[in-house]
C-alpha cells in the first residue's frame, strides 16, 4: 500500500479523497494555484505544493507541474479526482515513465473510453445497445447541418473529448445545427483542447441512468447499482439518486451486466461509470463511460457502503477486490443535491464572491437518516471565476425514497449560505414538486417545468398561516429584547411587545396575537384556537426552528424593511409586522417602481466577453445573437429580446465584466 499520494484537484473533491487517505493511514499533497492559496484541500492536506496561477490551464492542467509536486514531497501516486487530468492518458502515461502510480484505469481504457467517438464502436462490439449517429468527423457547420438532418431531429452535438455538458448542444433545425456546432466546437477547444464533435440521435423523453462499476488487475469487474441522474440544466446534472426510481430488477441487470462487459472489453480497472439514455420502454442506449470517479458517487457509497476511493487507491496498489458480485446490496434510498454559485433568479447565471457565511446542515445519522455533504470551502472562502461553480454536494440516505427526498428537504431548508448567489431555493422547492416526488423525470424536466426560469415559489395558505406564526415570534422576540435596552421606556415597550400585531404577507393582512408563558408561545389567528410554538431564534440568527403544534419547521430569516424575509420549501417572501396603527398609514405610501433597464443589454453575470456580433449603429431583429459572455468554463449567448437599434457599445472582446455592466444601449 501507499504510504504517500498526492491529489492532483481541488475543492470538494480533493478534500473527499483526503478524507478516505487519512482513514486508511495514507499521507496526502495538495497542489494548489494562486486562488487556492487559502483552500480548505490545502488546510486539510498533509504537504502542500504551489503549482502556478489561478487559470486552470497555467496550474491544475499542467501535468509536468504535478509530476514536479510528486517528485519533491515523495509521493508514490496520483489520485486526479474528477476533472482536469482525470482523463487524459498523456498524463497516466507521464506518470508511469516517472514511475508513480496513477489510481485511475490504465492508458488502453482512458484512450478508449475518453474517445466518444472510438467508445461507441467498441460498445457496438462488445455487444451494448448504442444510439444511431454520426461517428466521423465533420468538417464545418454546412456539414453538420447536413449531418443532423440526414439522422433526423432533433439530434445532440457533442464534443469528442467533452465531459460535465460542455460543448454540447441540442438542436432541433438547421439553424441551430449550425450555431451548435460552431459554440460547441470552439467550448471543446477551450475545455479539452480538442475541437472534434461529433453528431448522434436525440432521444426524447429520455431518463439519464448510469452503472458504477469498479474492477481490478486480476480481471475482476464488479458493478454497484444505478444511479438516476435526469434532473439535470443545460447537460450538468443537479439533482441525482439511487436507485432509479424508473428501473426494474430486469433492467438493472442487463444493464449492469453490459457495462461490466464494455468494461472487460478495455481491460477496465479502478472505478469507472457507464451512462445511458434510457427511453420511457426502459430501452436503453450506451451514452459514453467516464472513466474516473463521478461527481455522483457518494449517494452509490451510501446504498452499497462502498468506499469507491478506497477501492480506487486499493486496486492502484495491486490489490484484488474483496467482493464480489453476489456480495453488492442496495440497501434503502440516497439523494444528491449540487449547490451551485449560480443565481436560480436570473437564470441560473454563475455567482462569484466570499461566502460571508456558510453553515452546512449537521452530518451524521440519527433515526435510520443519514446527512452527508462533501464540500471544499467554509466560511469566508471565496467562490472564485477560474473554476466550477459546484460548492458542495448535499447527500440524504434512508430507508424509503419519499424518506430521502423529505429529510433532503429539510436539509437544504438548514444550510445557510449567504455572500454568492446559489441555488439552494430552487433545490428547496424542486423536492416539493410532485413530478420529481413521483420519479416521473427526464433530461428535459427543469426546462418543461421552468420554461421562463425560476422563481420564488408562491405560498399556499398553509405557508402563509406558517409565515404569519414564524413572523408574529420573530417580531415578538425582537421587541422582547428591545424592551430590556438599558434607558428604554420598559412599560411602553412591553405594553407594544404584546398588543395585536398586523401580518402582511403576499398581499393578505393577517391580524395575530402572542402570549407566552415561560419557553412556550401561544399564538392566536383570526377564527382559530391557540396554537402552542416555541422557538429556539435568538435575534441576529438567520435560521430559527420553530416547532408548531409539535411539527417542526426549519425556516431562514433575514430582517427586512418593516419585518422579515423569510425563506422555506423553495417559497421566498417579505414578511411585515405592524401595530395596527402603523398599518393602517402604510396602506396609504405609494409603492416604489423599479428602474426601466428595457434599453440596455447588461451582462447577466461575471465574466469575459468572447465577442461582440454586432455594431453601433445596426438594426437588430429578435432572436438575433448580440455577444457571447464566457464565465466558468461556459459560453453563454445573449440575444436581442426585441426588434431594436444598438445606440452604444461600450465594451469589446476581451473585456471582464461585472453582472449588470452595460454591454450595449439601444436607441429608444
Not at 465577442?611 to 448580440?626: F, K, W
Not at 465584466?657 to 429608444?668: G, Q
Amino acid at each position: 500500500m501507499f504510504s504517500k499520494i498526492l491529489i492532483a484537484n481541488r475543492g470538494e473533491i480533493a478534500c473527499r479523497v483526503i478524507k478516505t487517505a487519512k482513514k486508511m493511514g495514507i499521507a496526502t499533497v495538495a497542489v494548489y494555484s494562486d486562488a487556492d492559496r487559502d483552500a480548505e484541500h490545502v488546510r486539510l492536506a498533509d504537504e502542500a505544493v504551489h503549482i502556478g496561477a489561478a487559470p486552470a490551464n497555467q496550474s491544475y492542467l499542467i501535468p509536468e507541474k504535478i509530476i514536479a509536486a510528486c517528485k519533491q514531497t515523495g509521493a508514490q501516486a496520483v489520485h486526479p479526482g474528477y476533472g482536469f487530468l482525470s482523463e487524459r492518458a498523456s498524463f497516466c502515461e507521464a506518470l508511469e515513465a516517472e514511475g508513480i502510480a496513477f489510481i485511475g484505469p490504465k492508458v488502453k481504457a482512458i484512450e478508449a473510453m475518453g474517445d466518444k467517438i472510438t467508445s461507441k464502436k467498441i460498445a457496438a462490439e462488445a455487444g451494448v445497445s448504442t444510439v444511431p449517429g454520426h461517428m466521423g468527423l465533420i468538417d464545418d457547420e454546412a456539414h453538420a447541418a447536413r449531418i443532423a438532418a440526414e439522422i433526423g431531429y432533433p439530434v445532440m452535438i457533442k464534443a469528442s473529448a467533452g465531459g460535465g455538458g460542455k460543448g454540447m448542444r441540442i438542436a432541433w433545425n438547421d439553424a441551430e445545427a449550425r450555431e451548435g456546432f460552431t459554440r460547441s466546437k470552439s467550448e471543446a477547444a477551450s475545455s479539452f483542447g480538442d475541437d472534434r464533435i461529433f453528431i448522434e440521435k436525440f432521444i426524447e423523453e429520455p431518463r439519464h441512468i448510469e452503472i458504477q462499476l469498479i474492477g481490478d488487475s486480476f480481471g475482476n469487474v464488479i458493478y454497484l447499482g444505478e444511479r438516476e441522474c435526469s434532473i439535470q440544466r443545460r447537460n450538468q446534472k443537479v439533482v441525482e439518486e439511487a436507485p432509479s426510481p424508473f428501473l426494474d430488477a430486469e433492467t438493472r441487470k442487463a444493464m449492469g451486466e453490459q457495462s461490466v462487459a464494455l468494461a472487460k472489453a478495455v481491460d477496465y480497472q479502478s472505478a469507472g461509470t457507464v451512462e445511458f439514455i434510457v427511453d420511457k420502454n426502459r430501452k436503453f442506449y450506451f451514452l459514453e463511460m467516464n472513466t474516473r470517479l463521478q461527481v455522483e458517487h457518494p449517494v452509490t457509497e451510501l446504498i452499497t457502503g462502498v468506499d469507491l476511493v478506497e477501492q480506487m487507491i486499493r486496486v492502484a496498489a495491486g490489490e484484488k477486490l474483496a467482493f464480489t458480485q453476489a456480495d453488492v446490496k442496495l440497501n434503502g434510498w440516497a439523494v444528491e443535491s449540487r449547490l451551485y454559485a449560480e443565481d436560480p433568479y436570473r437564470n441560473f447565471l454563475p455567482s462569484i464572491g466570499r461566502l460571508t457565511r456558510y453553515r452546512p446542515p449537521q452530518e451524521g445519522t440519527i433515526d435510520g437518516i443519514t446527512i452527508r455533504n462533501d464540500t471544499g470551502v467554509t466560511e469566508g472562502s471565496e467562490i472564485s471565476m477560474f473554476y466550477d461553480p459546484m460548492v458542495a454536494k448535499l447527500c440524504t440516505h434512508a430507508p424509503t425514497r419519499m424518506e430521502a427526498i423529505d429529510a433532503m428537504a429539510d436539509a437544504l431548508d438548514r444550510f445557510e449560505v449567504e455572500g454568492i448567489g446559489h441555488n439552494l431555493p430552487f433545490l428547496s422547492a424542486l423536492m416539493q414538486h410532485p413530478r420529481w416526488r413521483e420519479g416521473r423525470l427526464s433530461t428535459g424536466f427543469i426546462a418543461e417545468e421552468y420554461p421562463e426560469g425560476f422563481g420564488p415559489v408562491p405560498p399556499d395558505d398553509a405557508t402563509v398561516e406558517r409565515f404569519a406564526i414564524a413572523s408574529l415570534l420573530l417580531s415578538h422576540i425582537h421587541g422582547e429584547r428591545n424592551a430590556q435596552i438599558s434607558g428604554a421606556r420598559f412599560s411602553q415597550a412591553e405594553k407594544r411587545a404584546h398588543e395585536d400585531k398586523v401580518v402582511r404577507i403576499a398581499g393578505q393582512e393577517i391580524v395575530g396575537h402572542i402570549d407566552d408563558t415561560d419557553d412556550v408561545f401561544m399564538v392566536r389567528l383570526p377564527g382559530q384556537e391557540p396554537l402552542s410554538v416555541t422557538t429556539d431564534w435568538t435575534p441576529g440568527a438567520r435560521l430559527a426552528i420553530f416547532d408548531i403544534d409539535g411539527a417542526s419547521h426549519a425556516i431562514k430569516v433575514e430582517p427586512a424593511d418593516a419585518g422579515w424575509r423569510l425563506r422555506q420549501l423553495g417559497v421566498d417572501v417579505r414578511v411585515q409586522v405592524f401595530s395596527p396603527r402603523i398599518a393602517e398609514l402604510a396602506r396609504l405610501m405609494p409603492e416604489k417602481v423599479a428602474p426601466d433597464t428595457s434599453a440596455f443589454l447588461l451582462c447577466p453575470m461575471p465574466g469575459l466577453i468572447v465577442s461582440i456580433a454586432v455594431s453601433e449603429g445596426d438594426e437588430v431583429q429578435e432572436g438575433q445573437t448580440l455577444a457571447i459572455v464566457e464565465a466558468m468554463k461556459m459560453e453563454n449567448v445573449l440575444k436581442a429580446e426585441r426588434k431594436g437599434v444598438v445606440s452604444r457599445i461600450p465594451v469589446k472582446a476581451g473585456d471582464s465584466l461585472a453582472v449588470d455592466e452595460i454591454i450595449m444601449e439601444f436607441a429608444k
